[in-house]
């Protein structure tokens, strides 16, 4: 990416970028910030755009700098429904507005896209339309800030819900704006009011949303079954960012990993949200996830709860692209130990085997 002067709108929007190529989103904010101490695991509220702006900025300017497209406001859990549990309806609108923000100044400053994000409510429900009623003003408040700040296109995301996911279509088509709509595979694939998520997304697709597809909860491995299913089913782009963890069939979602090991020290003996790290994905399995990702068909590409810049500059660099970080992708060629260079120590070379 390029600077550009701040105040320079995006010129090409995110359905011309994705006519031209794929389109990488970094999302994982929640579990980057908590990892760093300025957001708390539970509630997942993201106080954080208002208590430590800056550091929501420097992740901005990381996920850039590593090669995303776009610049995803932090309003994740940032929800009236959110708000209301742990009593502090009151910094909704300054929260986010806040990180509209943020996110538009690191935006322009690159000429990245600049998304607005909604997300599952927690309060939905088939049976009850007063629910369906509360789901729509929630999006409706949060879409509405996103349109005032300048929002080139809103993500949806993480629903399990295929209810809710049409109405959170239904909200951003009355904005005007491109719509991205992900659902979230749980450890039943299935949406939790029936339909396989292929089945949804063409349902989606078919009433208009611009591009349909999954995040979150399962890893690469359990992810992909599931997205070529989507991207047999619909005509749309195709969106595909799960979380790097290694998930497998017997235990399809992060929610879902066990700890044989460190179980006896986990909070509620389980490894989610605070304890993945022993099955954290490397940067070369996202390189073969977006590869395969790519081969199915998805176009928009990203990962979600527990990425690292260095998982999007993966991502980049399997789609062939050399972001800024690639300057300091590795080179083992000057090691002491591992290298390959003419004129280091052959005995530090030797003695490889003893380390």
Known sequence: MTDAPADL??????????????????????????????????????????????????????????????????TYYAHREKLRLIGAEDLLEPMNRQALELAKAVARKHGALLAGNVCNTNVYDPADPASHDQVRSIFTEQIGWAVEAG??????????????????LEVIKEAGLPSVIMLVPHKDPDMRDGGTVAEVCRALADNGADVVGLNCARGPETMLPLLAEVTAAVDVPVA??????????DEPTMQSLRDPIGEKLLPGGIPFPTAL?????NRYEIEDFTRKATDLGASYLGICCGAGPHHIR??????????????????????????????????????????
Not at 46 to 53: E, I, R, S, T
Not at 330 to 351: E, R, V
């Open 9 to 74: 709108p995006t010129t090409v929007g995110l359905l011309d970028r994705l006519a031209a190529g794929p389109v990488i989103c970094a999302e994982g904010y929640l579990f980057e910030l908590e990892r760093r101490g300025y957001l708390q695991a539970g509630a997942f509220v993201p106080k954080v755009v208002l208590d430590h702006p800056e550091q929501v900025s420097a992740l901005h300017e990381e996920f850039v700098h590593a090669g995303s497209d776009v610049v995803e406001a932090f």
């Open 151 to 168: 929002a080139d296109f809103i993500i949806a995301e993480t629903i399990s819900w295929a209810g809710e996911a049409q109405i959170a």
């Open 240 to 249: 595909a960012l799960p979380v790097p963890y290694r998930t497998t069939r």
């Open 277 to 281: 790290d022993p099955f954290t994905c």
């Open 314 to 355: 993966a991502v980049a660099e399997a789609l062939g692209r050399t972001p800024p970080a690639s300057a300091y992708s590795p080179d083992m060629s000057k090691h002491a130990y591992f290298g390959t260079d003419s004129t280091l120590k052959s005995g530090n070379q030797a003695f490889t085997g003893r380390l």
